[in-house]
């Protein structure tokens, strides 16, 4: 495991700079960068789903000012736009619901809410569960955008880009923003995509054999025997690995 831990660190420290989030190597957050907003951000978590190429066009088609625009001006921007799973008026009504987020103090508020009794599962449910109290709007490419508050660990799915999201709030370096403050970083739980389950297994890191939040918590406890305090800095290094088909022999 030490050996492992040495490549990990150095995947860590070779990946950690800004170079990395570039044209030739697309990510969401190199968008989420842009404006180093919190809202923005939540945008572009959700929608992170896809090739990273496509999605990198998607945001980045998108206005980035739209969070806080009114239904009116929203239908004359966002008409006909559409990606994969949501239609043009899913876009509309998610910046409709993000917009009255915003008004009411915001995700970093609705997920502390959460958070404070529940840990991460409770901030995220709770953040999900305002999203959906504040725009009646529903259709299946809406609420697959959003998701489902967790019930119950053991028959949830992994929640990629929620997970995901919240590293970009509460980790900062040179990828990660850090624009939530009281947070802790070994709380959060790794975004578990399929790169960083293939991964992980292949290392000897994961034996759950279906991708869900408690193959994510499972790794996420391997990854504390080499950083009990930030695990989730292996995350980026471990996406990269699998994308790029680098496995160490």
Not at 10 to 17: F, T
Not at 24 to 37: F, I, K, N, Q
Not at 38 to 49: E, I, V
Not at 93 to 115: H, I, M, P, V
């Amino acid at each position: 495991m030490n050996h492992l831990k040495a490549y990990l660190d150095e995947q860590v420290a070779a990946r950690n700079h800004k170079d990395e989030l570039c044209a030739e190597r697309p990510d969401p957050l190199m968008v989420a960068r842009t404006t180093m907003d919190q809202h923005h951000a939540l945008t572009c978590a959700l929608f992170s789903y896809g090739s990273a190429k496509a999605i990198v066009a998607f945001l980045t088609s998108l206005n980035e000012d739209l969070t806080d625009c009114e239904e009116s001006v929203l239908r004359s921007q966002l008409e006909g736009k559409y990606y994969r799973f949501q239609s043009s008026e899913d876009i509309i009504q998610w910046f409709c619901t993000l917009r009255d987020l915003k008004a009411s103090g915001g995700a970093e508020k609705a997920f502390k809410d959460g958070y404070s009794s529940d840990g991460v599962i409770g901030g995220v449910s709770t953040l999900i569960t305002s999203l959906y109290d504040l725009n009646p709007y529903r259709s299946k490419g809406y609420e697959f955008l959003i998701g489902k508050p967790i019930v119950s660990i053991t028959k949830a799915s992994a929640m990629k880009r929620w997970m995901m999201y919240l590293r970009w709030m509460v980790r900062k370096c040179e990828l990660d923003m850090g624009l939530w403050s009281g947070v802790s970083q070994s709380d959060l739980i790794m975004p578990l995509d399929t790169h960083t389950f293939n991964v992980s297994r292949a290392l000897g890191l994961l034996s759950r054999s279906q991708c869900d939040m408690r193959a994510a918590i499972e790794l996420t406890e391997a990854l504390k025997l080499f950083d009990p305090l930030d695990p989730l800095k292996y995350d980026f290094a471990l996406y990269r690995i699998g994308q790029e088909k680098i496995l160490p022999r």
